[in-house]
């Protein structure tokens, strides 16, 4: 398996240039501007200063980096490259755009589910993949749309659009691949742009759960057991006179056995294990009973498993309200 010189060299070129067009952040205006100096005069590119504010600071950067794109410019197929990447930069952040689409949706979609479900477990997971696999085949889509000469979408100028279907055909003769490049820099754009979701993190999600049950969050804190300081219970609390202690983990594996160890030491009235339960086993359960701790698993591993609901003192998470709690 051998790359070729010339076309490792183009597909190089296209990629630097890309990337620091990403860096310079052209505006709309700025880059129309240079796309029809370009036209109207190739051998003047050094004149693309005059679009650039060079009284700022930010305008010195972008000139900076645009005259380090010059520089490299060194024959007629050098300039097409940056013609055809500064056409698909101008695009990039539409593509972005449809690419979080569905993580949106996805978000929206987690106001309606359990915050210690499964279903909304896999969600948060999922969200972040599944906003870069639609990035990824949403430019494979457009990149296709290329190659056949159609129409990506209504609001791209058709003309404007056939140029990028000519630029990226002569290219492609030369060896460029534009799709694989263009994914380097476009993971990158995907990956700073994902959103943050609280939901992620496991104990935000039960906390979330607390508050949605009537406790006040100025009222739960986190601290270590004052008799096992080697403990940490995620949540702390105290409803009725009786003292509460939560410890939150996803899944328990050998964890648990610290949480049993507390409870025989520990004055705290009530511990409670929150966990999505998916590796927790009859006997596993069992055991964290025998101690005196309270279990709280996802409903679908709740309703799946029929020695869970068999256990005294083992409960569903919508199981999990402000009576539940004052009743334990």
């Given at each position: ?8 060299d ?5 990629y630097?240039?890309m990337?620091?067009l990403?860096?310079?952040?052209f505006s ?5 501007n240079?796309?029809?100096?370009i ?9 693309l200063?005059?679009?650039i504010?060079l009284?700022t600071?930010n305008?010195?950067n972008?000139?900076n ?5 010059i520089?490299?410019?060194r024959?007629a197929?050098?300039?097409h490259?940056?013609i055809f990447a500064?056409?698909?930069?101008s695009i990039k952040?539409f593509?972005l755009?449809?690419?979080?689409i569905?993580q949106i ?7 309606k589910l ?12 999922y969200?972040?993949y599944?906003?870069?696999?639609n990035?990824?085949l ?7 749309h ?17 140029t ?12 460029l ?8 820099i ?15 993190n496991?104990e ?5 759960k607390l508050?949605?049950i ?8 986190k601290k ?8 940490e219970f995620?949540?702390f609390f ?12 996803r899944?328990?594996?050998?964890r648990y ?9 520990s004055?705290?009235d ?5 966990t ?7 006997e596993?359960?069992?055991?964290i ?15 799946q498993?029929?020695y ?12 999990l ?8």
């Amino acid at each position: 398996m051998e790359i070729n010189n010339s076309k490792f060299d183009i597909n190089l070129k296209f990629y630097f240039f890309m990337k620091y067009l990403v860096k310079i952040n052209f505006s709309n205006i700025q880059i129309i501007n240079i796309l029809s100096h370009i036209s109207k005069d190739e051998n003047s590119l050094y004149e693309l200063k005059q679009y650039i504010k060079l009284n700022t600071k930010n305008g010195i950067n972008q000139w900076n980096y645009l005259e380090q794109i010059i520089y490299e410019i060194r024959d007629a197929t050098d300039l097409h490259v940056f013609i055809f990447a500064l056409k698909i930069y101008s695009i990039k952040d539409f593509l972005l755009e449809l690419a979080k689409i569905k993580q949106i949706s996805n978000i929206e979609l987690l106001s309606k589910l359990d915050p210690l479900s499964l279903e909304y477990d896999k969600i948060t997971i999922y969200n972040p993949y599944s906003t870069r696999v639609n990035g990824a085949l949403l430019a494979l889509t457009f990149f296709n749309h290329i190659d056949n000469n159609q129409f990506f979408h209504n609001n791209i100028d058709k003309e404007y659009f056939l140029t990028i279907c000519r630029l990226s055909q002569e290219l492609r003769k030369h060896g460029l691949e534009p799709n694989q490049i263009f994914m380097l820099i476009f993971n990158e754009s995907i990956n700073q742009s994902i959103i943050s979701n609280s939901g992620n993190n496991y104990e935000d999600r039960i906390l979330q759960k607390l508050k949605s049950i009537g406790l006040n969050r100025e009222q739960i804190d986190k601290k270590h057991d004052e008799n096992d300081s080697s403990t940490e219970f995620d949540f702390f609390f105290n409803l009725n006179g009786k003292s509460y202690g939560i410890g939150a983990k996803r899944t328990l594996r050998e964890r648990y056995k610290q949480f049993i160890k507390t409870s025989q030491m520990s004055n705290i009235d009530v511990m409670i294990e929150i966990t999505l339960g998916l590796d927790l086993g009859e006997e596993k359960a069992k055991a964290i009973r025998n101690y005196g701790v309270y279990l709280i698993v996802a409903d679908e591993i709740y309703s799946q498993n029929k020695y869970l609901q068999s256990i005294d003192g083992v409960f569903s998470s919508s199981q999990l309200t402000l009576d539940l709690l004052k009743s334990l």
